[in-house]
Nanobody, 128 residues
Framework: QVRMVESGGGLVQAGGSLRLSCAAS????????MGWFRQAPGKEREFVAA????????YYADSVKGRFTISRDNAENTVYLQMNSLKPEDTAVYYC?????????????????????WGQGTQVTVSS
C-alpha cells in the first residue's frame, strides 16, 4: 500500500502558475504509475495527467496539454504537476493517484478506476 499527501495548492490569478507535489510513503513508489485528477464543485472527477513508473512516458487531457507538466522523482517518492497559464476553469480539488499497473502506458490510465490509491486532495482556485 502507498499513502500520498498533496501540497502546493492555493489561490492564483488567471495566467499564473502553481506547482503541486504529491509525496508518497513506502519503498515501492517506483512500482506505480501515477496520475493527477481534479474535481470541480458539482462535477465528476476528471483525468488531468499520468506518468509511467520510470517517468519516461506521460499523457495529458486535451484541456491541459501544453500548459501542465507531470513529472516524478523516484528517489524522493514524489510526483509533481507544474501548472502554467492557469484559467478559472482549472479551479478544482486536485488529487494524485497511484496505479499498480506498473507497465501500463500512461495513455491507458485516464480513468479513475485505473488507480488503486488516492491522496486527500489539494484545492486550486484560479481567479479571473
Amino acid at each position: 500500500q502507498v499513502r500520498m499527501v498533496e501540497s502546493g495548492g492555493g489561490l492564483v490569478q488567471a495566467g499564473g502558475s502553481l506547482r503541486l507535489s504529491c509525496a508518497a510513503s513506502g519503498r515501492t513508489f517506483s512500482s506505480y504509475a501515477m496520475g493527477w485528477f481534479r474535481q470541480a464543485p458539482g462535477k465528476e472527477r476528471e483525468f488531468v495527467a499520468a506518468i509511467s513508473w520510470s517517468g519516461g512516458n506521460t499523457y495529458y487531457a486535451d484541456s491541459v496539454k501544453g500548459r501542465f507538466t507531470i513529472s516524478r522523482d523516484n528517489a524522493e517518492n514524489t510526483v509533481y504537476l507544474q501548472m502554467n497559464s492557469l484559467k478559472p476553469e482549472d479551479t478544482a480539488v486536485y488529487y494524485c493517484a497511484a496505479a499498480k499497473q506498473r507497465f501500463a502506458s500512461p495513455g491507458s490510465l485516464d480513468e479513475s478506476t485505473d488507480y488503486d490509491f488516492w491522496g486527500q486532495g489539494t484545492q486550486v482556485t484560479v481567479s479571473s
